[in-house]
């Protein structure tokens, strides 16, 4: 099948049947559009990525920046939201095929955040099926048989929907303009903004984003002016669009104020998100002697760093008027085990309860079976009330907090080994076009497969990372501990009667990643030149 293209485009991969519906001349024409006048600046925010994390490398700390400070210091709040965002208390999220976007929509929970992103595998099917599938699921026209035969069909009354494009760094590598790559973001909004906007609008919602991976205010700023000239080029008003962006990058927490400022005609407040959070603390300051930390079941979100940016979150949202919305654990109902199973729903009850009362609004649900529990322990604190916007945090946040990088023990040879296992598996998965799974009884992701290859590599970097018994992680130790894991990954996945085609290959760019001095920026980059 052969689409017309605007001049200058091509796309370089199959156009299955069904793919014109979205991909039509004047969508592409406005993705060509937004390419023109916005991918300059991106590509010079991404250099000013660079240049930062050399300064961080060579030991320049975070803090905030003098030249916004009236920014920190002004009067000034976000514009009022939709109705339709008033309520957020539950938040489900999962990548956009069509099964799950039905039961996502149908799980009970306020809101749904269908995601291009961290839970996705950016395959080209998989990115233009989601945009068929959200295009359908809007209109209410996306239904799914399983192999059973089972129907699924999207109930009466449904979450509010909210849609995640790729971050800043991913490209759209099947589409380029000028000879160039589109950025994934552009192309992910560009094409569910041009086809679903007015629709969401008429049927009483509206354009409402997740932005994520920050690390500035003026990456913040790009997204808004793309924001200004969308509204402009389909005729809707200024200040439609909503979005969220996700606090999760450390630098990005020195700028909250600034973001919502950024974004203050578009904003619908931060999220909390925790697990890029943590691997963006690793990667930051990956070279730093002083920096090392405990492996990753030790970080949970109470330990300083952590908790002092959660509050602080709330902080800066509700001081603007703004929502502030908790993140993800990654618990997940365990099948066939039920003490496990009660054990983490208490660990889940555990988290909302803390961001309930820290003075959250609201909080993202990995899975439809944590909904109503979620919803449970909100409920205990904000009684009716669809949100706690008022609720105001007192006490100053700063570096003092959020670089107290504790705890820095333990590393334990299971921690190693689960960090290996986890993102072998991982990566086998996301090869293979599954973007999310449950690993060891618990939700793996992009971020959380970062936070397990990173690790890896600075224990053997890092002149602290030293096992619990005594012995230094080295490239020796853990060579022959990938080849292990692999097998124990194989035979994980036969069992669950799939292919481990793409878990060699897992295992070699696992190897290359954790194991060369050269430390990847993200690890969907090398997999997504390896991927078809
Ligand atoms: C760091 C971050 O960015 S967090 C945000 C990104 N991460 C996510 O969005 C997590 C999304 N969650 C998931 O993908 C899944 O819950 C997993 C992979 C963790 C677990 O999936 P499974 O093992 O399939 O769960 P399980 O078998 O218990 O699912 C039961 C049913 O719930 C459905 N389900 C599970 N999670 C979700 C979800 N998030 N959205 C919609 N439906 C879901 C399953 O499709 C299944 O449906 P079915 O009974 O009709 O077949
Ligand atoms: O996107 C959420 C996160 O925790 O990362
Ligand atoms: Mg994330």
């Not at 124990?488 to 036969?494: D, I, L, N, Y």
Request: charged share 25%; glycine share 8%; with cysteine.
């Amino acid at each position: 099948m052969s689409l017309t293209l605007p001049a200058g485009m091509q796309i370089n991969a199959p156009i299955l049947p069904g793919y014109e519906s979205i991909l039509t001349p004047e969508a592409l024409e406005f993705v060509a559009k937004l390419h023109r006048a916005f991918e300059p600046r991106r590509q010079e925010l991404l250099k000013a990525r660079v240049e930062r994390q050399a300064r961080i490398d060579a030991g320049e700390m975070p803090d905030f920046l003098p030249e916004t400070k009236h920014i920190r210091e002004g009067d000034w709040k976000v514009a009022p939201l939709p109705k339709a965002l008033e309520r957020r208390r539950t938040e489900i999220t999962g990548p956009v095929e069509a099964k799950m976007i039905i039961n996502a929509f149908n799980s009970g929970a306020d809101s749904y955040m269908t995601d291009f992103e961290d839970s996705n595998s950016p395959k080209w099917e998989n990115q233009i099926q989601g945009q068929i599938n959200i295009y359908q699921a809007i209109r209410r026209e996306l239904s799914f048989k399983n192999e059973a035969g089972k129907e699924y069909k999207l109930n009466d009354k449904i979450a509010t929907l909210q849609i995640r494009p790729r971050g800043w760094h991913l490209d759209e590598k099947h589409v380029t303009v000028d000879g160039q790559r589109v950025s994934g973001g552009i192309f992910d909004f560009g094409l569910v903004f041009f086809h679903n906007a007015k629709e969401q609008i008429a049927r009483g919602a509206g354009p409402f984003f997740y932005l994520p991976k920050m690390e500035s205010h003026l990456e913040a700023r790009l997204w808004n002016d793309i924001f200004v000239m969308a509204q402009d080029h389909i005729g809707l008003p200024q200040g439609t669009i909503k979005a969220t962006v996700l606090i999760e990058t450390i630098l990005a927490t020195f700028e909250m104020e600034e973001i919502l400022y950024e974004l203050r005609n578009h904003s619908a407040g931060l999220n909390a998100g925790r697990w890029d959070y943590i691997f963006s603390c690793i990667k930051k300051f990956k070279k730093n002697k002083d920096f090392c930390l405990a492996q990753r079941s030790a970080i949970t979100m109470e330990v300083p760093f952590m908790r002092g940016y959660a509050l602080a979150l709330v902080q800066a949202c509700h001081k603007r008027g703004a929502p502030a919305m908790g993140g993800m654990s990654a618990l997940i109902p365990i099948k066939n085990d039920p003490e496990a199973n009660e054990k983490a729903l208490a660990g889940i009850r555990h988290d909302k309860t803390r961001d309930a009362n820290d003075g959250f609004d609201g909080g993202w649900v990995a899975h439809p079976g944590l909904v109503a529990i979620a919803a449970e322990e909100f409920q205990k604190v904000l009684g009716d009330k669809p949100n706690q916007w008022e609720k105001q945090v007192e006490g100053k946040f700063g570096p003092e907090q959020w670089l107290d990088f504790r705890p820095t023990t333990p590393i334990t040879e299971a921690g190693l080994r689960n960090n290996i296992n986890v993102g072998i598996h991982y990566l086998g998965s996301w090869l293979a076009g599954n973007g999310c799974v449950p690993i060891h009884n618990l939700m793996e992701d992009a971020a959380t497969a970062e936070i397990s290859r990173s690790q890896v590599w600075q224990w053997v970097v890092s002149p602290k990372g030293i096992l619990d018994d005594g012995r230094k992680v080295t490239v020796e130790m853990v060579r022959p501990m990938i080849a292990e894991e692999l097998a124990k990954v194989k035979a994980t996945v036969t069992a669950q009667g799939e292919d481990t085609a793409s878990y060699d290959q897992a295992a070699v760019i696992f190897d290359k990643m954790s194991l060369t001095p050269e430390y990847p920026e993200f690890l969907t980059l090398p997999l997504y030149e390896a991927m078809e």
